[in-house]
């Protein structure tokens, strides 16, 4: 590890040349400047660790040293201790006025300069550290951001088209949002992209699935306790909506929640405070509520499981998610993703699947949405000599396997599976600009394949 550079400004020669001895023999690298001019003339040229500026010179003396320094240098820290024989109290306030980071009197001890010059460097290290952990939150942040933002969920349905535009408007206002849809299409992704695309995307995103919470134990969890506020409570806990401050809570299965739950968390969107189990104090929160459900909310009101002004109070925007089986169009490009992120996962060079793999899953009937789309593929990984996906390698859920059902239009109109095909061969070649290999590709299949499919349906370019 290089060794610290100090520099001496000191318009005395036989000053400069004890003190850099003396710091030379602690282990320090030292280089000199007579004037408050070759010292700036330096800082052109090497980035000392600590500058030992004396104040009394000809021409600049060492405040205005100090002041073009610091201005030369900014953004950098670079601490300065001035030497100086004046010990008067307005000498040290400008000192410090104008940048200067330690005061030492003349005549000093060695040792308390080597000490004064030891506790700068540590203050420098942690400078240092603090900004090396500062960029790896940003990357992070930014990671997480690319990661979830909308425009990484899968799909270019027409039906997945409406909730782009849906998630557009719920990131671009902090106004409570509710996700309708079925176990496994995708409510907490929606719920993080939005998040992760709007001005909050830097503060916290808390996701709490409320069905997995005993009720005696969901209004401390997201409220908080006071330290022996019921048994069990050995120390105090801020709570989930505190934690989320300034950010995001994402309530999963919200109609899982006890009335009186309910009723204190519309207390809090409506007063925007909290207030701690066993604490009579209203804490102040900023947090943006998304809630989620899979069943249907408005049944849920009317049989008691939602209250009614709750419903109201957090059905600002309404974002219904449509099952797989709604948007089949989405499957090919769906399992391409699906493929390039277990490759990735898996160290895998899987290429796609055959056709006979994609009519047998374009015939079932997916009743766990994406999340068993996203099983099914995972168990075709486990199989190490396959490198592309055949038939035969697709194990289906028995709760919904059999004979092919009917793919279903966005107007929720049935097609033939020939006509589900020839539909998805055209929306890719439509979407491509008409270009097989590209076309080809988003299907998911190889171009020798297209041609044949082209021909079959007798779709001409």
Known sequence: MEKPLILIVDDDVDNCAVLESRLKRRDYRVISADSGAQALKLLHEVQPDIVLLDVMMPAMDGFETCRQMREMKKGVFMPIIILTAKDDKESRIKGFDIGAD??????????????RIRAMLRIKELKHQIEAKDREINRLAGELKEKYQYSNIIGNSRAMNEVYEKMRGAAGISSPVIICGESGTGKELVAKGIHYSSTMASKPFIAVN???????????????????????ANTASEGLFRAADGGTIFLDEITEMSPDVQAKLLRVL???????????????????????????IEKAVKDGRLREDLYY??????????????????????????????????????????EEAMHALLAHDWPGNVRELQNVMERCFAIPEADVIDAKHIQLSPLSAGSPVPAATADGENMSLDDA?????????????????????????HRSRLYKKLERYGIKI
């Open 313 to 354: 109070r957090i059905n600002v925007l309404n974002i219904k998610l449509p099952t797989l089986r709604e948007r089949k169009e989405d499957i090919p490009i769906l399992v391409q993703g699906i493929i390039s992120k277990f490759n990735a996962k898996f160290g895998r060079s899987v290429k796609g699947v055959t």
């Open 102 to 115: 330690d005061y030492v009197t003349k005549p000093f001890d060695m040792d308390e300069l080597s000490a």
């Open 210 to 232: 409320c069905a997995a919470l005993p009720s005696e134990l969901i209004e401390s969890e997201l409220f908080g306790h006071k330290k022996g506020a019921f048994t069990g």
């Open 270 to 296: 409506q007063e925007g405070t909290v207030r701690m189990v066993g604490s009579p104090e209203e804490i102040p929160v900023s947090v943006r509520l998304i809630a989620a459900t899979n069943i249907n």
């Open 421 to 445: 095909e020839k539909k998805l061969i055209l929306d890719a070649l439509a979407k491509t600009g008409q270009n097989k290999l590209k076309a080809a590709k988003l299907l998911g299949i």
